[in-house]
């Protein structure tokens, strides 16, 4: 069984080694120190199981165990954990595997024998109940065979097309297979919907304008990746679009 | 400190110190009070109100200073004599001083002749002083009762928030430095045992720290050592830099302190970076007056000042309060992309 190992302290990924190294049915194949190396490594390595730390800079382990789950090979997910009580109780309720640090051999070997794929909903369920934000920092899309990670703060819009949903970002333009709906729940904090099948990102937008024929529309500050037409203001959603706008 | 001294007066004693000039200040005062209730629920239409403002003054003043100099005299008995034998003993003392008062008044009254000075038969005056002062002075003492006890709570609160922020490593802190420590066992064990080492003697700090107020060098070792366990565990992404050239070894500072403002910067700074930063810490001296700030980088993003990290926070503010009234001062700055906590309060070198 490969083993990926993620944890942004050294000496607790080393930790982890060293009680692998005398388990022969593992093999620790790669180590990462955060989230988005975790990912491409899972990519490349296609680990069976990543031990994940949860409490790591930029991508947390719950946000990386999300992205990993939308992996082809969707790697098992064992987490890692010094002290999170509420994390805990949620692993404990929904069977999830995980071990505390400082990391025991015996509860180590039973973790890993039972660790097992998570889906979306238990993840979510998870960050709810350790209050962790649920919102993702990153979107995972894949283009061309790779795996790209696009910060949500360099999103522009996500805009739903028959089965995709395309996501405008400032450096350039990504297809991602999931609902819009979802994205607007998650995101509602810092996007805004202003068309059944858009939302914008509060930030981007400079201004509305009434369109020749009496419509109104968003302007955005940086109006070099995505054209002005696509973003008319549906009647529906006007309202709220005003309402948010004056709240920045 | 009040906080200290409370651990060594027994729990019963609600008396203040009736041989203090304020105390009798407020003992005449209550009394003229008292007089002056009592006479004009009294006074008749052909008396002057000035006139028997003054005869019921001069009876419940005699009574109030000599009831002052008795509760003085008895104060150190009644502290040891535990709750319901002191509140009867004082009771009775004041009592039997009244009615001694009460007839003294009587029979100075009869000497000299002027009847009309009490208006009354020697039993229904003497009866009449026992019910009043009994109904006085057990009000007093109820009062006082319930104001000591009052005080005490407040006192015992502040005790326990200091207890609590003394217990407070965080519990994330102490797994994370076991499991390094379990890791270096193989890796480094000479580290691993200077872990161990630096690891007892924070908790020790921390443990002992019923003591109020510690030197500076005390703890800023504190905070060293902390420093040294979190650097083994971060690597090059912790980097602290101490500019306290100025700071006065030996001046006092509430204990724990630094250290755990310190622990915030990492936990809420330094941890959330992918690549670290720099913790600042900076001392001044001013005449009178020392101002330490602990600075961190702020990840972009992220919520700032969560739970743990108010709650430190309020922490100290109360223990700066505590120890200094309105002469310290604790501030957060969080604009731009670092956080910093300013600790001001009066330079104090101690008695060496």
Known sequence: ?248 | MAATKSNNEPTQVYLPDFCSAGALLIIVLVAELIAIALTLASYGPDQSFLIELSKISFLILWIALLGTALMCQLRSFLETAGQTRAFVIAFIALELMCLVVAEGAWQLTRVYGESLIINDLHSVFILRTFAISSIVIALAMRYLYISSQWRRSIVLEAQARISALQALIRPHFLFNSMNTIASLTRTDPAQAEEAVEDLSDLLRANLSGSANQSSLKQELETAAIYQRIEKLRLGDRLAVRWDIDQLPMRARIPSLTIQPLLENAIYHGIELLPDGGEVLVTGKKSDEYLEISISNPVAVGEKRSTGGNQMAMSNIQQRFELAYGNKASVKINDAGDRFTVTLRFPLDEGHA
């Open chain 1, 1 to 248: 069984m490969k083993v990926v190992v993620v944890d942004d302290e050294q000496p607790a990924r080393d930790r982890l080694k060293q009680l692998l190294d005398d388990e022969p049915e593992y093999q620790v194949v790669g180590e990462a120190a955060n989230g988005q190396e975790a990912i491409k490594l899972a990519v490349d390595l296609q680990p069976d199981i990543v031990l994940l730390d949860i409490r790591m800079p930029g991508m947390d382990g719950i946000e990386t165990a999300h992205h990993l789950n939308g992996l082809e090979n969707a790697p098992a997910i064992v987490f890692t954990t010094a002290y999170d009580e509420y994390a805990i109780d949620a692993f404990d309720v929904r069977a999830i595997g995980y071990v505390l640090k400082p990391v025991r051999r015996s509860r180590l070997s039973a973790a890993l024998q039972q660790a097992s794929r998570l889906a979306p909903s238990v993840l979510a369920t998870v960050a709810q109940a350790a209050k962790i934000s649920a919102e993702r920092k990153y979107i995972c899309a894949r283009s061309h065979g790779e795996l790209k990670l696009i910060p949500v703060t360099d999103i522009i819009c996500f805009r739903a097309e028959q089965k995709y949903v395309v996501v405008d970002h400032n450096g350039g333009q990504v297809l991602i297979d999931e609902p819009l709906k979802a994205l607007a729940i998650e995101f509602d904090e810092t996007f805004v919907r202003i068309h059944r099948s858009v939302l914008v990102a509060i930030d981007c937008i400079l201004r509305l304008e009434k369109t020749a024929d009496g419509k109104s529309r968003i302007v955005l500050r940086d109006t070099s990746q995505v054209d002005d037409k696509e973003l008319i203001i549906s009647r529906r959603h006007l309202a709220e679009v005003r309402r948010r706008l004056k709240g920045v």
